[in-house]
DNA sequence: AACCAACGGTTCATCTAGTGAACCAGCGAC
DNA sequence: GTCGCTGGTTCACTAGATGAACCGTTGGTT
């Protein structure tokens, strides 16, 4: 790989990120480079403003707001984005709960977008949340619709518990992943966070490729099974709306 | 400055987040470099998944998603956002309307978190977005906080209108920056976007300085004069809150 | 249909600029 | 008092970044 001290410095970032707020040693060791080339590259990225000491702990650093800003637009301005909003915002509308947009980011769903819901008992997610595959109705429905290698590569891998109902034996996923590819939609009881129960669908780009998957979520107490098949289903309709968009059925251009 | 290969892989970076997409001769001459050396950059930071070439047109390079994830971190577990999230929370649905989280960035208004309201008819600004501070009640009201030398520097600049109702002579704003301070809250109809009216105020870090603001905002037609006051004293409100628990009037420490 | 100018991308000799082992000073635990 | 950690500094060495000049294509003009 070419231009190493590059490469260093965006391992640093990433680092940054990580393990907030972080110390010098503690980021030297975490990226295996020498104090004083982590060091150089701080003080860099701080000079461009990407990166800055603390104000409440000496020596510790953080990202700051302009590395979010330059990197919002990233996501901003993409094709999944532009075609998700406004079909989502419908969903919003009809099922008054929060909905997600959320897309595959190295093994985990990275949430994109967000729309609230008005009620006043209420779910919060950041946006730019990575959640687990496993433990999440966005990632589940992503994997539902995944080609089978990925799949089998992602349960095969350590696959965390984030609560006592997060599923993580391989073989009952892999049954869940059935059910979802069935039924239309994931549902997810409380395996992320506990009291919260989501419902997903995948969405799909051009070629018919998983793209990314949206979600309706809130508290167990309001979403419950009674209601999974009509939240399903108008998160299914909204989902093919977005990905017919995305020209994932197109029969011009492959 | 040192690390230059690095300086200029940040300016290439954050020369892609604003031209994308973006081809390799344009972003060489926006950095200034030689296309040869962009180029090894845009490689380079393509092996470690902050950008790729769309796949919409051959030879553009954008921005990823994994740029976004690992820099959303820099402002969520920020001191700021934890501070202003309950408040925020109660400040929507007290009014029912859209309100916005946003911090300084570089002469722009970062927009770092949204509560969104039930209506139907609502605004929508994506997180990250940047706004011009003479243009948002956000910017206004930061200003207002802002000490006296930053805000002459700021209305010295160039001056953008967004809208035939964006004020953008300086004396004007200076006096719209007067009223808010005596009022506590910015007013901005229509500047920032067409049918848009929003309230701004702003917060307080510790020692007093200003640190970000908070707004209320909705279409021009729900958001009336005769609601300004109302909805600029609650701002008003939770402002002080999220002031007070960012140490903004703490007497202990300076 | 011949031209031109711009595009994305490649090459390679030059020498700048990044590296990292060894080094401080300061702090808290025991 | 001293050990082990911290954040931070120094500097000789040479690995690695640089950029002028190059190529093959494409799309618009005349």
Avoid: C
């Avoid at 419908?90 to 897309?103: G, M, P, R, S």
């Amino acid at each position: 790989m070419s231009t190493q001290s590059v490469v260093t410095a965006i391992r640093v970032l990433e680092a940054v990120s990580d393990n907030q707020p972080a110390g010098l040693s503690e980021l030297s060791r975490e990226v295996d480079v020498p104090k004083a080339t982590v060091l150089r590259m701080l003080r860099t990225l701080g000079e461009l403003g990407w990166v800055a000491q603390s104000e409440a702990q000496a020596g510790k650093w953080v990202l700051t707001n302009h590395a979010f800003a330059v990197a919002s637009r990233g996501s901003s301005g993409s094709v999944i984005r532009d075609a998700a909003m406004g079909p989502l915002n419908a969903l919003q509308l009809d099922t008054t709960e929060t909905v997600h947009l959320a897309v595959p980011d190295r093994g985990y769903m990275l949430i994109i977008e967000r729309l609230d819901t008005p009620h006043v008992l209420r779910a919060f997610l950041p946006l730019g949340s990575r959640l687990p595959m496993h433990a999440s109705s966005t990632g589940m429905a992503y994997l539902s619709a995944a080609d089978e290698a990925f799949v089998d590569d992602y349960l095969a891998g350590p696959l965390e518990a984030l609560t006592p109902q997060t599923v993580v034996d391989p073989a009952r996923l892999q049954a869940m992943i059935a059910d979802t590819r069935a039924r239309g939609y994931s549902i997810n009881e409380q395996g992320l966070s506990t009291g919260i129960t989501s419902i997903g669908v995948p969405l799909l780009g051009s070629g018919g490729v998983a793209a990314g998957s949206i979600s309706i979520s809130g508290p167990s107490s309001r979403i419950v099974p009674a209601k999974y098949q009509e939240y399903g289903e108008a998160a299914a309709g909204t989902a093919l709306e977005i990905s017919r968009a995305l020209g994932a059925f197109s029969t011009k251009g492959y």
